[in-house]
C-alpha cells in the first residue's frame, strides 16, 4: 500500500509539469507552422493599428486603475469606519468576480436607458465604455495591493512627520511613496497584462473598428476561418504579452494578501485636505461601484424573474456552469498539488511552471490547441476538456500563489521533526501539510472555482453556439437587447460566486 501511495505522489508531481508544458509547447508549435505558411495575408495598417489600440487602452485602463486603487487605500488606512472589513473582503473577491456581471453593471447604468444618459449623453460602446469597466474590476484589486504597502507604515515615523508638521502631500512624498515606489511598476505591469489579454470587455464595448488582438484572434477563428490570420494575431499577442511578463520577473516584492492592521498610526488624518479627499473617495465609492448595482436590481421586474426561472435554458446553462467549474477546480487541485509539493522531492521550478500563463497568454495557448485539433479531430466533447483545462491552467498562478508560502512556511518549520520520526512523504502531506494548509487550500480553491465559473473567452472561443453557460447566456440576452432578462442572470451570477466566498469564509472561521 505504501508502494501505491508513493507511486500516486510521484505520479501527480510528475503531471503538472508534463501538462502544463506539453499543452505550452504543442500550442507554440502550431502556431508557428501554420504561421510559416502564409505571412502575408494581413494588412500591416490594420496590424499596426491593432496593436497600437491594444497597448493603449491597456496602458490607459492600468493607469486609472492605479490612480483611483490608491486614493481607496489610502482611504482605508486613513479612516475606521463601520463597513470598512466588509470593503476590505470585497476588495479580496473582487479581482475573480465574473467579468459578465461588471459588463451588464456599466451597460444598464451607463448604457442608452441608464442614469449616466439622462444628464450627459454618453457612447458606452467606446474606449471609455473599456476604460470604466476595466477600472471598475482591476481597480479593487489595485487598492487592495496597496493596502498592504501602506498597511506596514512605521508609527515612528508617522510620529516624526506629525512633529515636523507635514502637510498631506510632504506624509505622502516622505512616508506613502518609498513604501508604493517598490510595487507600483509590477502592479502597473500586472494590470497591464490583464487589461491587454482582455477579451470580453472588449467584445463587447469594443464598436466602430475599436478591437483588440484577442478579439482580432477570436474573429480570425470563428467568423472569418482565417487561421493564417488567427496565428499572426497571436504570434504579436505572445511576443508583447511575453515581453511584459519577462520585465516583472525582477520585482518579487508584491504580497498578494497579507493581514491588514487596523491600528494603523496616521498624522495627516486630521488635515482638512486629506477630510475632503477622503470624503471624494467616498463619494466615488458609491456613485461609481454602489449605483451601477443598484441600477441592475431596479430594472429587474417580476416579469423577468419569471421568464428567467421558467427557462430551461436557464438550468441548463446554470448546470453546465457548475459542472465545468467543479472539473476546473480539480484540476487545479491536482496541478496545485504536484507544484507545490516538489520540492519535497528536491525538484525546482515550480514557481516559473505555475506562472507561465503570465508568459504565454491563455486565448494564445488557446488558440494553438485550437486550431491543432481542428483538423485533425473536432467535437464537442474534446473541445469541453480543452475548455476544463484552460481554465485549470488560468487559476492556477492565482490558487499557487495562495497556498505556496504557507506550504514552504509549515514544511520548514516541521522538518526536523517529520525527519526525526521518519515519515514517509505520503505521512508528511497526510498528517502535517495537509491539516496546517486547509484553510488557504480552501482559498485557493475557491479562486480557481470562481474564475473557471465565470469564464467567457474560452468557452466562446471553443463551443458551438448550442452548448450554453450562464456568462454565454448573459451574453447572448445581451446582443438580443433582453437588458431585465440578462441582469437576473447575472446577479444569479454575482450571487452563486459570493455564495462560494461565504462558504469559504465560514470554513475558514469554523476551522480557526
Request: with cysteine; glycine share 4%.
Amino acid at each position: 500500500m505504501e508502494t501505491i501511495k508513493k507511486y500516486l505522489f510521484y505520479s501527480i508531481s510528475l503531471l503538472a509539469p508534463v501538462l502544463i508544458v506539453g499543452l505550452i509547447i504543442t500550442s507554440i508549435w502550431v502556431l508557428l507552422l501554420y504561421w510559416s505558411q502564409d505571412s502575408e495575408s494581413v494588412s500591416g495598417t490594420y496590424l499596426y493599428k491593432i496593436i497600437k489600440y491594444s497597448i493603449i487602452q491597456a496602458g490607459l485602463s492600468s493607469l486609472l486603475s492605479i490612480v483611483v486603487g490608491f486614493f481607496i487605500a489610502r482611504l482605508l488606512v486613513r479612516r475606521v469606519f463601520f463597513g470598512k472589513s466588509f470593503i476590505i473582503a470585497c476588495l479580496n473577491a473582487s479581482f475573480t468576480m465574473p467579468v459578465m456581471v461588471v459588463i451588464i453593471m456599466v451597460v444598464l447604468f451607463y448604457g442608452r436607458s441608464g442614469f449616466i444618459q439622462s444628464v450627459y449623453d454618453f457612447n458606452v460602446y467606446s474606449l471609455g465604455g473599456i476604460l470604466i469597466a476595466h477600472v471598475f474590476l482591476n481597480a479593487p484589486y489595485c487598492a487592495r495591493l496597496f493596502l498592504n504597502g501602506l498597511s506596514s507604515q512605521k508609527t515612528s515615523l508617522m510620529q516624526q512627520a506629525a512633529l515636523l508638521q507635514f502637510n498631506d502631500w510632504y506624509c505622502f512624498k516622505y512616508c506613502d511613496w518609498p513604501l508604493l515606489k517598490p510595487i507600483i511598476l509590477p502592479v502597473f505591469g500586472f494590470i497591464f497584462l490583464i487589461c491587454f489579454n482582455s477579451f470580453a470587455i472588449v467584445k463587447i464595448f469594443g464598436s466602430n473598428g475599436i478591437t483588440t488582438l484577442e478579439v482580432a484572434i477570436y474573429h480570425a477563428i470563428k467568423h472569418q476561418f482565417d487561421i493564417h490570420q488567427a496565428t499572426i494575431y497571436a504570434g504579436f499577442q505572445f511576443v508583447i504579452g511575453f515581453s511584459v511578463a519577462i520585465s516583472l520577473l525582477r520585482y518579487n516584492s508584491i504580497k498578494l494578501y497579507s493581514q491588514v492592521s487596523s491600528n494603523v498610526y496616521r498624522a495627516d488624518k486630521s488635515f482638512k485636505s486629506a477630510k475632503l479627499i477622503d470624503s471624494l473617495v467616498v463619494v466615488l465609492l458609491i456613485s461609481f461601484w454602489g449605483l451601477p448595482l443598484i441600477w441592475v436590481f431596479k430594472k429587474i421586474t417580476l416579469a423577468s424573474l419569471i421568464t428567467v426561472f421558467n427557462h430551461s435554458t436557464f438550468y441548463t446553462s446554470l448546470f453546465n456552469s457548475i459542472v465545468m467549474a467543479t472539473l476546473s477546480t480539480l484540476l487545479v487541485l491536482i496541478l496545485c498539488l504536484g507544484l507545490v509539493l516538489r520540492p519535497l522531492q528536491n525538484k525546482k521550478g515550480s514557481d516559473m511552471i505555475a506562472m507561465s500563463l503570465f508568459f504565454f497568454p491563455a486565448i494564445v495557448v488557446a488558440s494553438g490547441l485550437y486550431i491543432g485539433l481542428k483538423d485533425y479531430w473536432f467535437n464537442q466533447p474534446l473541445m469541453l476538456m480543452l475548455v476544463i483545462f484552460m481554465n485549470a491552467l488560468i487559476a492556477l498562478p492565482y490558487s499557487y500563489n495562495v497556498i505556496r508560502q504557507p506550504v514552504k512556511q509549515n514544511y520548514d518549520r516541521f522538518k526536523p521533526l517529520m525527519l526525526s520520526l521518519d515519515l514517509s512523504v505520503w505521512s508528511q502531506i497526510k498528517l502535517v501539510l495537509l491539516p496546517l494548509n486547509i484553510r488557504p487550500l480552501m482559498m485557493a480553491l475557491s479562486f480557481s472555482w470562481v474564475i473557471a465559473f465565470g469564464d467567457f473567452s474560452m468557452i466562446a472561443l471553443m463551443i458551438t453556439d448550442d452548448f450554453k453557460t450562464l456568462p454565454l447566456l448573459v451574453y447572448d440576452r445581451l446582443g438580443t437587447h433582453q437588458l431585465q432578462e440578462a441582469s437576473v442572470t447575472a446577479l444569479v451570477l454575482l450571487s452563486v460566486t459570493i455564495l462560494v466566498y461565504l462558504i469559504q469564509e465560514r470554513y475558514k472561521y469554523a476551522k480557526s
